[in-house]
């Protein structure tokens, strides 16, 4: 509506211009001429321009609070180009998703003088805090992952998730039942990836927390471990079925490989596989912990590394949030 008051009566049922000329003129009011076929681009385009005019006229404490959460490393810079430029050098392939956290935010409730004095502003500073939220949505949207590591007790959860992502839950025991509930990680620095240990999806998706559950519903992918050395019995069936029922991409992992004789492992591999009915795509052996006599590191991490990385691609997501991936980035970004 902010873009053009008159065409929006004008029009039938008052629809308003489509979103992608709302882009076009507010590129045109900031001197840009923009990729209007794609979104995606033009909301970037106009987040790194309103950086570079408008990051100055912040205040002090504002600017410092923003520069902390797309960057987090001191001092704040007090020019918009100069802000963009260590941004890009820090975060070249999530430039967007960072960038995105320096501009304004839409404003919060107001009282009705105040509001009034809001809406008698330019129309161009009424569309855009509207423009640059739609911009942080779509960023959330693709840079967000969330990996679900579902098992029974003791499969193993806790090593996958310190041997693929490094985080420590310490809670790797061989005692069954270490894990007796929902447990939510954020990947340590700017980034946006969330690992999820639960030790099952029937009885735990009755019993967490309305927050719990609003982080289940919105997992990416599910890595369903499972002990070797107990197989494949009702209760694993069960839990991997609750997964595939999500509609999300499941990986099944075999877990305690080492433990098995090797003699042994192609057939216990292949029952495994007929009992869960899965795709030989979605089904690999892995030894997260592996007996210190037969390897030093985990086995089988790498294959379980590039399925995630797979379905998030086709997913739309930016894999880069994934710390192997991350580690990539760092080495591109030191021989440049």
């Keep these: 509506a902010a873009a053009n008051d008159v065409e929006n009566i004008l029009r039938r049922r008052g629809d308003g211009p489509a979103y992608g000329e709302v882009l076009r003129r507010a590129g045109l009011h900031m001197g840009l001429e923009l990729p209007v076929d794609d979104v995606g681009l033009a909301e970037h385009a106009l987040a790194l321009e309103h950086?570079?005019?408008?990051?100055?006229?912040?205040?002090?404490?504002?600017?410092?609070?923003?520069?902390?959460?797309?960057?987090?490393?001191?001092?704040?810079?007090?020019?918009?180009?100069?802000?963009?430029?260590?941004?890009?050098?820090?975060?070249?392939?999530?430039?967007?998703?960072?960038?995105?956290?320096?501009?304004?935010?839409?404003?919060?409730?107001?009282?009705?003088?105040?509001?009034?004095?809001?809406?008698?502003?330019?129309?161009?500073?009424?569309?855009?805090?509207?423009?640059?939220?739609?911009?942080?949505?779509?960023?959330?949207?693709?840079?967000?992952?969330?990996?679900?590591?579902?098992?029974?007790?003791?499969?193993?959860?806790?090593?996958?998730?310190?041997?693929?992502?490094?985080?420590?839950?310490?809670?790797?025991?061989?005692?069954?039942?270490?894990?007796?509930?929902?447990?939510?990680?954020?990947?340590?620095?700017?980034?946006?990836?969330?690992v999820v240990n639960t030790p099952g999806m029937g009885d735990v998706i009755e019993s967490v927390t309305e927050e719990a559950r609003q982080v289940l519903d919105h997992i990416d992918v599910?890595?369903?471990?499972?002990?070797?050395?107990?197989?494949?019995?009702?209760?694993?069936?069960?839990?991997?079925?609750?997964?595939?029922?999500?509609?999300?991409?499941?990986?099944?992992?075999?877990?305690?490989?080492?433990?098995?004789?090797?003699?042994?492992?192609?057939?216990?591999?292949?029952d495994a596989r007929h009992k869960l009915q899965v795709r030989r795509e979605d089904f690999l052996a892995a030894a997260f912990d592996p007996l210190p006599q037969l390897s030093e590191s985990p086995i089988g991490i790498e294959a379980v590394q590039q399925w995630v990385t797979d379905r998030l691609v086709e997913l739309g997501k930016d894999p880069t949030e994934l710390p192997w991936m991350a580690s990539v980035e760092e080495q591109e970004s030191l021989e440049r």
């Design 222 to 270: 599910y890595l369903y471990v499972i002990n070797a050395q107990g197989g494949v019995q009702a209760r694993e069936k069960a839990d991997h079925e609750a997964c595939l029922r999500t509609g999300r991409p499941v990986l099944a992992v075999v877990n305690k490989i080492d433990t098995l004789r090797e003699e042994d492992r192609e057939r216990y591999l292949e």
């Design 51 to 194: 950086t570079r005019q408008r990051w100055h006229l912040l205040p002090d404490h504002e600017r410092d609070a923003r520069w902390q959460e797309a960057l987090g490393d001191p001092p704040t810079p007090e020019e918009g180009e100069m802000a963009l430029s260590l941004l890009e050098h820090k975060h070249r392939r999530k430039l967007g998703y960072h960038v995105i956290k320096l501009v304004n935010e839409p404003p919060g409730p107001m009282p009705g003088c105040l509001f009034l004095a809001w809406l008698a502003r330019p129309r161009f500073e009424l569309v855009m805090p509207a423009l640059m939220e739609v911009a942080r949505l779509r960023q959330s949207v693709r840079h967000r992952v969330t990996v679900g590591v579902v098992g029974s007790p003791s499969s193993g959860k806790d090593a996958a998730i310190a041997a693929l992502f490094g985080i420590e839950t310490h809670n790797i025991s061989p005692v069954a039942g270490s894990t007796k509930s929902v447990e939510i990680t954020k990947l340590a620095g700017p980034t946006a990836l969330y």
